[in-house]
Nanobody, 120 residues
């Protein structure tokens, strides 16, 4: 009923930047919070950043001052601008959204994940 599609990942050198995008589509009435999570090899999935419908943001301590989350409500899209990337930022990044469908059901939806590799 609802899909999230991520884009913008890839290989970048330490100190570089990338911008991830995540577009939601389907039978959407409204979207509450959206966010980004990541999972590095051998580690558990962890929160990176979230943004509420009122544009209140929350960041993991490890990315504060380097990453910025934003959203375009009209496009049902969330972005993650990642600057000053470090090798420890290497992970699969997942988009997440809390969606109210046209059927008045609430869904938590995940994207398929996109790989970000920070390496020289």
């Amino acid at each position: 009923q609802v899909q999230l599609v991520e884009s913008g990942g890839g290989l970048v050198q330490p100190g570089g930047s990338l911008r991830l995008s995540c577009a939601a589509s389907g039978r959407i009435r409204s979207i509450n919070a959206m966010g980004w999570y990541r999972q590095a090899p051998g580690k558990q999935r962890e929160l990176v950043a979230t943004i509420t419908g009122g544009d209140i943001t929350n960041y993991a301590d490890s990315v504060k001052g380097r990453f910025t989350i934003s959203r375009d409500a009209a496009k049902n899209t969330v972005y993650l601008q990642m600057n000053n990337l470090k090798p420890e930022d290497t992970a699969v990044y997942y988009c997440n959204a809390g969606v109210r469908t046209v059927f008045y059901t609430n869904l938590e939806v995940w994207g398929q994940g996109i790989l970000v590799t920070v390496s020289s």
